[in-house]
């Protein structure tokens, strides 16, 4: 199964082309869903993370973590955004192996799987499960633009965009770029000449290490 690990800042259409794919049959995974999944109840994950960050923040009755309250005591600075990190993403990496390896794949036998990155700084550790790193490229001006557009408000926009790794970080991980500066229709086609070269090159390619 050819892996492809998709990224793009906030308002990128990274979404979109990732839905265009799984429309042509790529199995999609979101790793935002994985990482909420690592810290179901009852979890180890969220056993590590309480008693790191105050057992208070699990319900006694449900197992279930205050992730408001978590993510305002994780996020208060860098230290313990790393701390929480740390936890977290060794959890992750191996839910992820384990789809990537049978956990569901192996009931469809797909020939292709799209994994959205939501920080690609956060799990380059990870990228060695790649074949590709796709990265949805557009400039920030524009995306600003969109979101504002979609109702978001323009600080709200900026203090995301500021969380998330820069475009120069993107392009320089990237192993192809999908250039979003464009139209819808100048996106679909992109995506439709990127998914028709490895079709006709039978997803071929090695892991990026």
């Known amino acids: ?51 790191e960050f105050g057992e208070d923040l699990v319900d006694a009755q449900t197992g279930a973590l205050d992730r408001g309250a978590l993510a305002r005591r994780a996020f208060a600075d860098a230290d313990s955004t790393a701390r929480l990190e740390a936890i977290e993403l060794p959890y992750i990496r191996r839910m992820l192996v384990r789809m990537l390896e049978g956990e569901g794949c192996c009931l469809t036998k797909p020939r292709v799987c799209v994994v959205e990155v939501p920080l690609l700084d956060r799990i380059e550790s990870m990228l060695n499960l790649a074949d590709e790193v796709l990265v949805v490229d557009c400039p920030l001006e524009v995306r600003r633009v969109r979101a504002q ?15 998330q790794p820069s475009d120069e970080y993107l392009r320089r991980h990237a192993t192809a770029l999908l250039d979003n500066s464009g139209g819808p229709s100048e996106l679909a086609g992109q995506v439709e000449a990127w998914w028709s070269a490895h079709e006709a090159a039978g997803w071929r390619g090695a892991c990026n290490g």
């Open 149 to 163: 557009g979609r109702g978001m408000d323009v600080a709200d926009f900026d203090r995301r965009a500021a969380l």
């Open 1 to 51: 199964m050819y892996t492809v690990f998709l990224a793009g800042g906030i308002a990128s259409g990274k979404s979109s082309v990732a839905r265009a794919l799984e429309r042509r049959g790529a199995w999609r995974i979101d790793l935002d869903q994985v990482s909420r999944a690592v810290l179901e109840p009852g979890s180890e994950c969220v056993v590590e993370v309480a008693e």
